[in-house]
């Protein structure tokens, strides 16, 4: 090493091995040689594996789920699944909705409408023995310390492992898909010609990622020795990539919703209305969360490129489901809704599937009531537990909107219908309103709004009073199937988003030569004579930095002692561009980088793992070369909880 390498060199730190005055929180003592930036060119990607024959894209959504695939082949013809069996009037059943339902011994027994057409039958002395879920994904973006051993409570308040639930929810559809494969093609269909792709919300954090993923591995989608094998997709990324495919006669302009649009005709697409550097919006507005990405499009090839990293909230359909429960509780007591959600699990389930196609019939111009079904054992168990009738409640709550028909039912004026979306409607105004000041979200020629959400007129009508006619705003007749044909379509060519923006600011803890004036007196630390600054952020990539697909972090370490077998770092983040100290406020530990050296010693007199992170693609990758010998060595990265 150089005298100047030598100087700039830093040291990860182990406060134990270490005893000093100075307290650190770093890590083991492994020295990072040489810290670089590089891109790759596309030449030079990482190799992708074997070859497919199939794209299947599953859309594993919090209201409902579904999949579609492709021959790659025949890249142009996405076939999506087969209709389901059952179904509910007023909405199309091309999804199923996200339900599962487990035997009292928790032995999986069926997903969607089975599953909730089976537990809506079962006696309610029975039902309550077996373990039905509903609207479970969202736990995965708000427990904040996702783990394995994370559990999920069903309708009858037993708890279980949500690894378990989203691995049957897999195996589910991989059954179904190799199915109708199989029929498709005349002979049994093999899992290993099949790549998958599981869309996930782009809000997620990293810890969610990665528990889809190994739910797949224990599901048997695919193996853990064959990673690329699945894909995984950010919604309203996939979405991005459908949408601007679509044919005119495939959406609706909501500017002028007549025969040409814009003095476009009907065959036309958006693409061909695109011309390079338009930039658009992608509002997925789901029933858990609601998703935004700005994307900008790069001709010829109608590359994408990602302006502004991903933004939203849990600002779902969910939201209004929620609202209406409030409304309840406000009429006849919260503790009769809890106590009425345990005793009668599955006509809770009933009122709020009535509830549901009440919700589809809201409209900013309705003038008649929308009446709700509600189940006689609601009524039967009301009487039982207050003493008095459903009717008597309504009289004497001060809800003056909410009426008893004599047909046993609910009559909700429309404007209190319309009350139950304003709160979830007014976050995602406020949220695009914030969006569209950004200096990097100006000139926005189209917005999409997409995701099941998305059908609904009141807030079709919120975001155009928003955006007073500054872009377009254009919606896909197949709403609801945007994302899940966009994610078969991101998986035949994963390569076609090229930018994207961080998230988050990553990094590492080291040491630095201590300079007097620049690094607080309490961070030094004096080794064999030499004065250290501990705790340093050693930024691999800040938030909102753009980052090429392949583009590289790399950074070398060397193990504290030769005999070491494991390299164990600690990897932070922060949602603020620049962080100086791994013990600054906003700064936490969220994953492990794990380099397993053993086998891999040799005479050199100092070792040097050359570690790459790439931080372009939807999840974050490690891969690590020992220099001296070139030899490969195993490189994870962890972010689920420990």
Request: with cysteine; aromatic share 8%.
């Amino acid at each position: 090493m150089t005298e100047k390498d030598t100087a700039t060199e830093k040291i990860l730190t182990d406060a134990m091995a270490n005893p000093s005055p100075a307290k650190s929180t770093g890590e083991p003592g492994i020295t990072p040689l040489s810290p670089s930036h590089t891109q790759q060119n596309d030449t030079d990607q990482v190799p992708s594996g074997p070859s497919f024959v199939v794209v299947v894209a599953i859309d594993f959504g919090t209201t409902s789920s579904g999949y579609a695939y492709a021959f790659t082949k025949e890249p142009e013809c996405i076939h999506t699944m087969r209709r389901w069996e059952g179904g509910d009037p007023g909405v199309s059943n091309q999804k199923t909705p996200t339900t599962i339902l487990l035997t009292p011994d928790r032995k999986f027994h069926s997903f969607g409408y089975a599953a909730r057409d089976f537990y809506h039958d079962l006696d309610p002395s029975e039902s309550k023995q077996w373990l039905y879920l509903e609207k479970f994904k969202m736990k995965l973006h708000t427990t904040a310390n996702l783990s394995i051993d994370t559990d999920l409570h069903a309708a009858n308040g037993r708890r279980v492992k949500a690894l378990d639930i989203f691995a049957y929810a897999l195996a589910f559809f991989k059954e179904q898909a190799l199915k109708e494969l199989s029929d498709q093609t005349g002979s049994e269909f093999d899992n290993n010609d099949v790549r998958w792709v599981i869309t996930v919300p782009a809000i997620w954090k990293m810890p969610a990622k990665q528990f889809m993923r190994e739910a797949a591995y224990k599901s048997g989608l695919v193996s853990r020795e064959i990673p690329e094998q699945l894909i995984i997709a950010l919604e309203p990324e996939a979405a991005s990539i459908y949408c601007r495919k679509l044919r005119l006669h495939q959406m609706v302009d909501l500017a002028s919703q007549n025969g040409t649009q814009n003095g476009c005709s009907p065959t036309d697409n958006v693409g061909s209305g695109m011309t390079q550097g338009d930039r658009y919006v992608v509002v997925d507005c789901g029933g858990g969360t609601v998703d935004l990405t700005v994307h900008q499009i790069r001709l010829p090839e109608g590359h994408l490129k990602e302006l502004y990293k991903a933004s939203g909230g849990p600002y779902g359909s969910l939201g209004i489901d929620y609202e209406f429960e409030k409304l309840l509780c406000k009429i006849f007591g919260q503790d009769f809704i809890d106590q009425f959600k345990i005793k009668r699990p599955a006509a809770w389930v009933d009122l709020m599937i009535a509830f549901e196609s009440r919700k589809r019939a809201a409209a900013p111009d309705r003038t008649n009531p929308l009446n709700i079904n509600l189940p006689f054992s609601f009524i039967d168990y009301y009487k039982k537990f207050r003493g008095h009738s459903v009717e008597h409640a309504l009289r004497k709550s001060n809800v003056d909107f909410v009426k008893w028909s004599s047909q046993g039912m609910l009559r909700m004026s429309p404007e209190a219908m319309n009350s139950l979306f304003k709160p979830t409607i007014d976050h995602i105004i406020q949220h695009l309103t914030d969006l569209f000041e950004k200096p990097e979200v100006s000139d926005i020629k189209f917005l999409f709004l997409v995701g099941g959400f998305a059908e609904s007129s009141l807030l079709q009508l919120a975001v155009q009073n928003m955006l007073q006619g500054r872009s377009r705003i254009i919606i896909p007749h197949d709403v609801g199937l945007t994302i899940l044909k966009g994610a078969v379509l991101f998986g035949l060519d994963p390569s076609i988003i090229k930018v994207r923006r961080s998230p988050l600011t990553y990094g590492v803890g080291v040491l630095n030569r201590f300079v007097e004036g620049k690094h607080p007196a309490e961070k030094l630390l004096v080794k064999d004579g030499t004065r250290w600054c501990t705790d340093v952020f050693d930024t691999f990539i800040a938030a909102d930095q753009s980052v090429a697909l392949g583009e590289l972090v790399k950074r070398s370490y060397t193990p504290a002692k030769p005999s070491q077998q494991v390299i164990v770092i600690h990897v932070y983040c922060s949602e603020k561009e620049k962080a100086s100290f791994i013990s600054e406020p906003g700064v936490r530990k969220c994953g492990t980088l794990r380099l397993d050296v053993s086998g891999t010693e040799s005479a050199a007199p100092r070792r040097e793992i050359q570690t790459l992170m790439q931080f372009g693609d939807t999840e974050i990758r490690a891969m690590a070369v020992d220099v001296s010998t070139g030899r490969t060595v195993k490189a994870s990265i962890d972010f689920l909880s420990q």
